[in-house]
């Protein structure tokens, strides 16, 4: 069982600030092997003679920069995916919640994977524009910018093209809650102590594990929606695409007929080669800026360490920190008098 926290010295304004940042920051140290993963996943000539061969062409042709075509909208949709996912979650939990505030860790999970699926349909349209802006040459570009791109696309095929793919985009959070699911049941064997006993480092291994079996095994899904993505009679090539479909179903038949059904599976490598630096720089940069935010709301000493300011009640909320202060300041010091003013 699991107990539902969040650390009420912070605002919220400031708790999605702090995730926001660390998420934008841990997307572009490792966008090139995300680019690489779309890359490999759609089947453009980029990747026919490996990943390394696929990074180096594309430098070539397109220049170094090319590596982080399709950041800038990963990075604006984070926010609003975020905040979304955040509150539906909250919604979820407290709704799976038991009469003395514990949910289960399946249920964590699932309501984790129902708010990812809510905050997945409203900013999808975000995510088929960061394909395209990846898969099209930066040289010659067949969309100027992300407004540009989704006009264009609005105007050429339709406000459906905009959510093409979300179908195994929603069918894939299935083997991914179960792979998060199959990883945090076994972490007491794993480690031989219970769960509360983790530490820091313990906890962040378990996530990388984690999302690295979910991410396996939901992979095929996130395969064929990035293929459905990027097919487009509009764009050179029909987008790149390695295997011409009608549907996700198509889709699949099309990709194991011409690629086998490791085809599924192509750009798994780079996905789960980002898995530690992108968690790792996310967690070191979220606890940085909790760490500046706790002080300056008056909880710790310095932004470089958690030791408490003395005499400070860690229970309380920020404003209501800030109005003791206040109050204490107003009570001790001294009034002018009339005959000074």
């Known amino acids: 069982m699991a107990t539902l926290r969040r650390d009420g010295r912070l605002t919220a304004l400031q708790r999605l600030g702090c995730a926001g940042l660390a998420g934008a920051l841990s997307l572009s140290l490792t966008a090139p092997l995300e680019l690489l993963t779309v890359l490999a996943q759609v089947g453009t000539w980029h990747c026919r003679r490996g990943l390394r061969d696929a990074g180096r062409s ?79 040459n930066r040289l010659e570009p ?35 809650s179960a792979g998060s699911f199959f990883v945090y049941i076994s972490l007491d064997t794993i480690w031989r102590e219970p769960m509360v006993h983790f530490t820091p480092l313990q906890n962040f291994v378990n996530g990388c594990v984690a999302a690295a079996v979910a991410q396996t095994l939901s ?27 009608t549907g996700m179903a198509d889709c699949f038949r099309q990709t194991v007929k011409n690629k086998g059904v490791l085809g599924l599976w192509s750009g798994l490598t780079p996905s789960l080669l980002k898995i530690v630096p992108y968690f790792g720089v996310m967690f070191s940069t979220f606890e940085f ?9 008056g909880y710790i000493e310095s932004p470089l360490n ?32 009339a005959l000074e003013n």
């Open 58 to 136: 594309l430098c070539r042709t397109e220049g170094v920069r090319a590596l982080w075509k399709g950041n800038l909208t990963a990075c604006l949709r984070l926010c609003p995916y975020s905040a979304l996912q955040l509150a539906a979650s909250r919604r979820l939990v407290t709704l799976f919640m038991d009469e003395l505030g514990h949910v289960s860790h399946w249920r964590a999970i699932m309501a984790g994977s129902l708010a990812g699926m809510v905050a997945t349909l409203v900013t999808y349209p975000t995510d088929v524009i960061k394909t395209r802006l990846i898969v099209q």
């Open 142 to 176: 067949s969309y100027q910018g992300i407004l540009h791109a989704f006009y264009k696309i609005q105007q050429q095929e339709g406000l459906r093209a905009l959510y093409r793919g979300v179908s195994p985009a929603i069918l894939g959070a299935v083997p991914f």
């Open 219 to 245: 992979f095929p899904f996130e395969t064929v929606k990035r293929k459905m993505q990027a097919q487009s009679p509009w764009l050179p090539h029909y987008g790149g695409v390695d295997v011409h479909f």
């Open 289 to 297: 800026c909790k760490r500046v935010c706790l002080y300056r709301n």
């Open 306 to 337: 958690y030791k408490l300011t003395p005499g400070v009640d860690q229970s309380l909320q920020p404003q209501e920190l800030r109005e003791l202060k206040l109050l204490r300041r107003e009570k001790f010091e001294p009034r002018k008098s």
